[in-house]
């Protein structure tokens, strides 16, 4: 039988605000335990919660980035049960009515393009966390993860392969660190994923019973966790038992997920509305003002970069991965003009290459836009030829300084001067008479042997075009 | 000076004259306190030492003429209130290890103010009974009979003022916990609008009708202190901003015209015929001062108690939850892995009618239940609220008994809960619509138990509330009257 595996992600996206969701702590990461921790994060008796304006804004603009409806009143919901390190013994969420409903975001997998319909993405806290390690039997809390605030993302159940989840992922993750809602950090735990994982007979409408994978904090393990699951459910199902409704942990040591717990054991968690809280009520005015302040999204700025500059799919999408390769390749356009192909080319062919070497972000490139666009510039007058001006762009890499200067002190301009090209040129004709009768008798190649010898003596800085047609017009003279 | 009779606003003056200093005056309450609380029980923690540094501090205030209205005079607090330094126990063992790390809103108010703070009042656990009988700190004795309740959850607060061992205290009320323990104790108390005190710091039991309030003798001191009180607080999504206001502005506006709604559901049977009969009063006298009555109707009132009993404790349930033994509290001793010692702790620290009330909210909020009870008690609160909205159009305040009895004495209601329940019949209502609303002093019954008058205001009445209990005080003496166990009164 042919298997076809069902997949819906949640992402929790931690938003890059200041403070935490619900109190004025710092959301810092990496703080000794429990120092961004103040009585509201620790629930002593009496403390309330007052909503973080900007984890609000992050949310809208999240959903305006996706085409979702902005709920003009949402409510908080207390989500109940006792665990050690959530300090208040429920979690305040969203349930019914949450900020942003429905949306889409569009993939690509293997060159075929899919949208994958969001059904939700809600405003919460996060809780803290219980250390079992290095105390002896006991345990200890640190609550200064306690009331970060989180969006958290949720797909229908659209994508029918790791590949696509991955892809969605990708292109989620992308998309919150593009609008600056979140610093995109897995290893922090930024951006973590849950994965609904379900298979069916090919055909069949009806969904299979699905199983939830906590806390996948790599793309990489994401793919593995998926298609783990996909063959273990499967085995199970053609092994002739079935698929029960748990919640699964991926152990990326072992390469498998294993059972947390059943739902048999799924607590209820007597949401209701959070009685500290009023309604959520955002305004058009509110989110006017985040729509004016969201900037170009990557899937628009691929197309115009395709379609009004006429770069290719291949570099678009590279000079697209993230907002800063983005705003690098703008900056670049912004400084003159230039031609935008040029421009790409080098952005992801010499200076993606340089960076990668270096192991460097774009942001934190030693060559900056305004450097690269007074070298383009030269390029693109004539002034240099490719080879030179991989030697400025070295220079400019490891010295800095301005391209023309660097020009100037070493000489390295083209020979504009036909007169002193033409000098050239004759003086190899006298030296190799020989080369000359061969070429006028017919034998091309030898043409090849005149461009080197030229451009030996010139030290490269002959220009190419204009060295080839004056060799020709030599050559051909009788 | 004799303690028994000042007014704020002479023990005010009296500090400002330099006829008394903050210290004599709050040594004076001290002193009477510690005498009287081993019978009483009013206080769960006196502090002398840090009660006599805000004094002193105060008198500094006082000799460079500085400070306001309530500098150096000493104000009970309720230990609902998280106050900085104090054990804030919330009359629960739960808490009996609890020294708050923070002031609530409320106290900070007061101790900017240059209030100096007495002590912290016994109450029902997590203010959670109309008696005074579920504090783990003892019982609270009513101060006119020693064998009957004071009422709750704010009995400490009411038996300290009607006894006269704080000119003022502080209280709360979520379903008549201020205004039933004033009636029954025959002191003044004002339970204001929702949002307009500050829940700040002010140990939660059910979210959305607790409020912050006074206890005092009368109306006028009533007006001295929650001038202090009333304060936007951001810390405090439900705090409502408001322009700053002078409770004392209606105190000299006749009450010609004055429209007294009466409910129809307020008269009927069950209510004691000594409190039927000083309401009668009471409304002949307001009708002297040139008020007029109004038959209204408030046809969902005798559904305020079930929609209470499923929307607090579903609120309580879950506000109650951070009582796990892990970060402060109560813990229990005995415990194998985490799950045993939540709930261990949990047993031992709570008692039994807060457990009933976590129980029933964590009932109606489950799954399946959800919708019959908490949604349904929802949409029934809306109805109540729309009864009185309705009826302030055809009326000014809304008056009526506080109480159906007089005190009843300890035990009475213990094995019967929903007896207990319906001593809050004509007070819960007020909550559920989040309305200010008083009770004063209108009289006594066979017994000699004070008896209770409840006004109702609209949202944010409460100035009109306090000049229309005012004017009544002006011509009655009831709010002047204090149990001969008191009467004593020493002197300053």
């Known amino acids: 039988m042919n298997w076809e595996m069902v997949i819906g992600l949640e992402t929790h996206v931690q938003l890059a605000t200041v403070s935490k969701m619900f109190s004025g702590s710092a959301t810092a990461f990496g703080a000794p335990p429990n120092q961004q921790a103040n009585e509201v994060d620790l629930a002593l008796p009496g403390v309330l919660p007052v909503p973080n304006r900007q984890a609000v804004a992050c949310a809208i603009r999240f959903g305006l980035a996706v085409g979702a409806n902005i709920a003009p009143r949402s409510w908080f919901a207390r989500k109940n049960y006792f665990y050690p390190d959530l300090p208040k013994g429920y979690q305040i969420s969203q349930f019914e009515l949450p900020i942003v409903q429905g949306g889409a975001l569009e993939i690509e997998v293997e060159g075929v393009r899919h949208s994958v319909q969001l059904t939700r993405a809600h405003l919460e806290e996060d809780a803290g966390k219980s250390l079992h390690e290095d105390f002896h039997g006991r345990s200890g809390i640190d609550l200064n993860r306690a009331g970060t605030p989180l969006l958290e993302i949720v797909t229908e159940p659209v994508m029918r392969s790791a590949a696509e989840a991955v892809a969605y992922a990708r292109m989620l993750h992308r998309l919150v660190t593009w609008i600056g809602i979140c610093d995109g950090n897995m290893q922090e735990g930024s951006f973590r994923c849950d994965a609904n994982v379900s298979v069916r007979p090919q055909g069949q409408t009806a969904l299979g019973t699905r199983c939830e994978i906590k806390n996948l904090n790599s793309f990489r393990f994401l793919e593995r966790a998926i298609q783990f699951e996909f063959a273990r459910q499967v085995e199970l199902l053609e092994g002739g038992g079935r698929v029960i409704q748990e919640t699964r942990l991926y152990d990326p040591d072992r390469d498998e997920t294993r059972s947390m717990r059943s739902k048999e054991d799924a607590q209820d968690y007597r949401y209701f509305p959070d009685p500290d809280l009023l309604p959520l009520c955002v305004d058009a005015s509110w989110i006017e003002s985040e729509r004016a302040a969201l900037p170009e999204l990557p899937e628009a700025l691929s197309q115009r970069l395709q379609h009004t500059l006429g770069l290719s799919a291949y570099d678009a999408g590279l000079l697209t991965a993230s907002r800063a390769w983005a705003e690098y390749y703008l900056a670049l356009l912004k400084e003159g003009a230039v031609d935008p192909k040029l421009c790409a080319n080098w952005v992801t062919g010499e200076l993606a290459a340089a960076l990668k070497r270096e192991g460097l972000e774009v942001a934190v490139s030693p060559v900056s836009s305004s450097q690269l666009a007074g070298l383009l510039a030269r390029v693109q007058d004539g002034t240099l030829s490719g080879k030179l001006a991989k030697e400025v762009f070295d220079i400019l890499w490891r010295e800095g300084g301005v391209a023309d200067a660097i020009i100037a002190a070493q000489g390295l301009s083209q020979m504009s001067d036909l007169a002193a090209l033409e000098g050239v040129i004759d003086e190899l004709m006298v030296q190799h008479p020989e080369q000359v009768a061969e070429f006028r008798g017919g034998k091309e190649k030898v043409f090849g042997f005149f461009v080197g010898r030229a451009m030996k003596a010139t030290g490269g800085r002959a220009n190419p075009a204009q060295l080839n047609e004056l060799l020709r017009r030599k050559l051909a003279a009788v | ?492």
């Open chain 2, 1 to 492: 000076m004799n303690l028994d009779r000042t007014s704020l606003r002479e023990l005010a003056d009296g500090l400002r004259s330099r006829e008394f200093s903050s210290v004599e005056l709050t040594q004076a309450y001290l002193e009477r306190a510690h005498h009287q609380n081993e019978t009483l029980g009013c206080f769960i923690t006196l502090d002398p030492e840090r009660s006599l540094i805000q004094a002193r501090a105060a008198d500094q205030r006082l000799a460079r003429a500085e400070g306001g209205p309530l500098t150096g005079i000493p104000v009970a607090h309720k230990d609902i209130f998280c106050t900085a330094g104090w054990l804030t126990t919330c009359g629960s063992r739960m808490l009996s290890n609890f020294v708050a790390p923070y002031d609530a809103h409320v106290i900070t108010r007061f101790n900017e103010a240059g209030g100096v703070i007495l002590g912290k009042t016994n109450m029902d656990e997590f203010a959670m009974g109309s008696s005074n009988e579920t504090s783990f700190y003892g019982k609270v004795r009513n101060p006119w009979s020693l064998d009957h309740v004071p009422g709750g959850s704010s009995g400490g607060s009411a038996a300290a003022v009607a006894a006269r061992l704080a000119p003022l205290a502080t209280a709360s009320d979520t379903g008549g916990s201020i205004r039933q323990p004033a009636a029954l104790c025959g002191v003044s108390g004002i339970k204001p609008t929702y949002g307009r005190v500050s829940r700040y710091g002010m140990i939660a039991y059910a979210s959305s009708l607790d409020q912050g309030g006074l206890m005092a003798p009368s109306a006028a001191d009533l007006a001295w202190g929650l001038g202090i009180m009333a304060d936007y607080d951001e810390r405090d999504a439900t705090s409502v901003a408001r322009p700053e206001e002078d409770f004392f502005q209606d105190f000299e506006r006749p009450l010609t015209g004055l429209r007294i709604g009466l409910p129809r559901q307020y008269f009927g049977s069950g209510v004691d015929a000594d409190v039927a009969q000083a309401m009668e009063e009471a409304l002949r006298e307001y009708e002297r001062l040139g008020a007029v009555r109004v038959d209204i109707d408030l046809p969902h009132s005798d559904l305020s108690v079930p929609v209470y009993y499923v929307l607090a404790p579903a609120e309580a349930s879950s506000n109650l939850s951070r009582y796990d033994g892990v970060r402060y509290g109560w813990r229990a001793q005995q415990y194998g892995d985490l799950q045993e010692m939540i709930g261990r702790s949990r047993a031992e620290g709570f008692g039994a009618e807060v457990k009933r009330r976590i129980l029933t909210g964590a009932y109606v909020l489950s799954q399946g239940y959800y919708d019959a009870y908490y949604l349904q008690a929802q949409r029934v609160r809306r109805l109540i609220q729309q009864d009185f909205l309705q009826a302030f159009e055809q009326c000014d305040v809304i008056m009526g008994p506080t109480t159906p009895t007089p005190a009843f004495p300890f035990g009475a209601k213990t094995e019967d809960p929903v007896q207990m329940y319906l001593s809050d019949i004509f007070t819960i209502g007020v909550n559920l619509a989040g309305l200010p609303a008083m009770s004063i002093p209108a009289g006594f019954g066979a017994q000699g138990l004070p008896l209770g008058l409840q006004l109702i205001g609209p949202h944010f009445g409460e100035a009109r509330l306090l000049a229309v209990a005012h004017r009544y005080q002006q011509v009655t003496d009831w709010h002047r009257r204090v149990p001969v166990y008191a009467a004593a009164g020493e002197r300053v």
